[in-house]
């Protein structure tokens, strides 16, 4: 056997610009399908870290019911904020860190004008267990609300240019611009409150920057007339591979007072979009993986029709079809494994570089650049490879067979 | 002793009465029957100034039963007639001509989108909600009345009235939010008697306190006060009849 590896071998190496070009087609698929995905997984990491690490938390919990009717922002009924609750969720395994919030709705002005906001009451002292990257929305210039704040607001970036306000710190001394925040009690009583801009927020969701007021819990408290209240807990874990666990674990130890909900559940677009991104992936990968096939579909048949004669000689002093089928399989495999090993390496190397490099890119519609950072996925890579090889055995088969059923008489006559 | 102190509280309770002063209660529950009837039915007009100086003006029928049910029509301009309005309670329906059905709106605290409350309007029950205490007026002919929510479920947190001195309507009110700020101030005016023997200002200036540059205007053109408002009116089944 180990003969027909090395004709198999020097088959290919015969033709030394058509399996160079085969090769190289093996190869410039498999790295595109690499680089492909390491782009996506970046990507995609990027925004499951934007919303699980910086805004909603790995899970959630709300009084029952709240999810169904979220839209309408409901203030009642509401959580309890204290010692006992938060224990009795960091007694459930694998959860990391809670904290307490107030999402409510109001009206905002600036004595000259007022519009709509959804309004984030974040408790400062405990938010970061629950979103370590708390606080990385802040436009540079202005400040994360820290504990100890009040009267204090950050302002979605297009909500405070359509008011014209300033954050302080952007304009030498002295405190920022100062809004007022007007909101109603569950039972409807009306309250305003004058809170001093500290900084703006910058999010990839321009909705957010259009309408998003965020405060700190004990200021949202008081102006709703909700002490001690909050609409919902925002729960980090330790392993986000076990997210469903974790939500079992705290449904069972909450009772069907609480609802919990994943990040997927709380951020449906959010998922829709990635879900959307390994489709489009998987269309691209399919397609590129058909021109690959193709090419050694056609290099492959070339060669037999090439080689009739010798196949002929081959099956003439006694080499059994099976083998010339196999010889011609191997010289596929042997294309493949060329292939796949160069192009898993060269697409490894371009990912990890530009992994280490990072790409800039736009913001959605927001204008600030982040960083993309393209990672190679190891099982997915094995993949890509165990395809291409497989692959261009299948696509062997056809001409391999072809070749196997050749009459040596006819064979060796030909020309 | 006792008898001195009784002495006292007779004469704390009586005083004002003997003086010829209605009390505090005695002008709240005055301001009920002549602002919130407990039926009505009233044809107004009601114009917005939005920030920006434009303003949009709406002819509107208006109904009112008890237990806080209050239906509305817009009958002009085009772009709105047709639509009508169905409270009752907490929940609030719209009703759009077009598409001959009603959908379910948000509880927002502003009466159409305009400055007042739905409490300034529909829902007027200041004695049973507030606790009022005269004080100075600085307003000639009129009293003054500082009134303090009784409980955590009124529009306001407190207002400050002014009602005439000669029949006890108002003149001007000042609504505060919790925090002791002024939300919003209303003025009075334009006395005229709708029904023999009912007078009341045909029309209120509300002015938005966050926003100066935002008001509201309601001129009520006719009231007509214990109609009949049977509770079938006030169901979604009834809506663009």
């Known amino acids: ?415 | 002793m006792r008898a001195f102190m009784l002495a006292v509280l007779m004469l704390l309770v009586a005083g004002p009465a003997l003086a010829g002063e209605p009390t505090a209660e005695e002008l709240l529950e005055r301001y009920d029957a002549v602002m919130g009837p407990h039926t009505f039915e009233a044809e107004s007009q009601m114009t917005a100034w939005r920030e920006d100086g434009s303003s949009r003006s709406y002819a509107l029928r208006m109904l009112k039963a008890e237990d806080d049910k209050s239906r509305v029509w817009f009958k002009a301009p085009a772009s709105v007639k047709g639509q009508e309005i169905l409270r009752v309670g907490d929940n609030t329906w719209v009703y759009l001509p077009n598409l001959k059905r009603a959908t379910r709106v948000a509880n927002r605290d502003s009466f159409q989108g305009g400055d007042f409350n739905n409490a300034d309007i529909l829902r007027v029950s200041y004695a049973k909600d507030y606790a009022g205490k005269q004080v100075p007026s600085e307003v000639p002919e009129t009293w003054a009345l500082e009134l303090k929510a009784k409980s955590a479920e009124t529009a306001y947190d407190s207002i400050k009235l002014w009602l005439r001195k000669s029949d006890g309507l108002p003149v001007k009110a000042q609504y505060f939010g919790t925090s002791g700020q002024m939300l919003r101030s209303a003025e009075f005016s334009d006395y005229k008697e709708f029904e023999k023997g009912y007078t009341r200002p045909a029309k209120v200036v509300m002015r938005n306190e966050l926003v100066k540059s935002r008001r509201s205007e309601l001129v009520v053109k006719s009231l007509k006060r214990g109609v009949s408002a049977p509770a079938q009116r006030f169901t979604q089944a009834d809506l663009g009849r």
């Open chain 1, 1 to 415: 056997m180990s003969s027909f590896l090395r004709l198999a071998v020097r088959n290919v190496a015969r033709n030394r610009r058509r399996s160079l070009i085969t090769l190289s087609a093996v190869l410039l698929g498999v790295t595109a399908v690499l680089v492909a995905r390491g782009i996506t997984d970046g990507f995609l990491r990027l925004m499951v870290e934007d919303v699980v690490q910086g805004r909603t938390g790995a899970l959630q919990i709300h009084p029952a019911g709240y999810l169904a009717s979220v839209e309408a922002l409901p203030l009642a009924p509401s959580l309890p904020y204290d010692e006992a609750l938060r224990a009795r969720i960091q007694a459930v395994p694998g959860v990391a860190g809670v904290t307490g919030r107030l999402i409510f709705s109001g009206l905002v002005s600036n004595g000259v004008s007022q519009t709509t906001f959804l309004g984030r009451g974040l408790d400062p002292a405990r938010e970061r267990q629950a979103v370590p990257r708390f606080g990385f929305e802040v436009r540079a210039g202005g400040r994360v609300l820290a504990p100890g704040d009040h009267a204090h607001a950050l302002l979605g970036s297009e909500l405070a240019r359509s008011f014209q306000v300033v954050p302080s710190g952007q304009e030498g001394e002295g405190q920022g611009d100062r809004v007022t925040l007007a909101a109603s009690s569950p039972r409807g009583r009306a309250n305003s409150l004058d809170v001093s801009v500290e900084g703006l927020t910058e999010s990839s969701l321009p909705f957010e920057n259009k309408r998003v007021v965020t405060v700190p819990l004990k200021l949202a408290q008081e102006l709703l007339g909700m002490e001690g209240r909050v609409t919902e807990l925002a729960v980090a874990v330790e392993d986000l591979g076990e997210l469903e666990r974790v939500a079992e674990g705290l449904r069972a130890a909450l009772g069907p007072a609480y609802e919990v909900h994943t990040w997927q559940e709380l951020q449906p677009f959010v998922r829709d979009v990635i879900r959307r991104q390994q489709f489009i992936l998987a269309v691209i990968s399919s397609i590129l993986f058909v021109i690959i096939l193709t090419g050694i579909i056609n290099t492959l048949l070339m060669s037999v029709f090439e080689r009739v004669r010798e196949i002929g000689t081959l099956l003439a002093v006694g080499v059994r079809r099976r083998q010339v089928l196999g010889l011609f399989l191997l010289e596929a495999m042997v294309l493949g494994l060329g292939g796949g090993v160069g192009g898993v390496g060269l697409g490894g190397v371009l990912v990890s570089a530009l992994g280490r490099w990072g790409i800039a890119i736009d913001n959605l519609g927001t204008g600030g650049p982040i960083i993309l950072r393209p990672e190679v996925d190891l099982s997915f890579a094995g993949m890509t490879f165990a395809v291409a090889v497989l692959g261009a055995v299948v696509a062997a088969a056809w001409p391999a067979w072809k070749a196997s059923r050749l009459n040596p008489v006819d064979a060796l006559r030909s020309n």
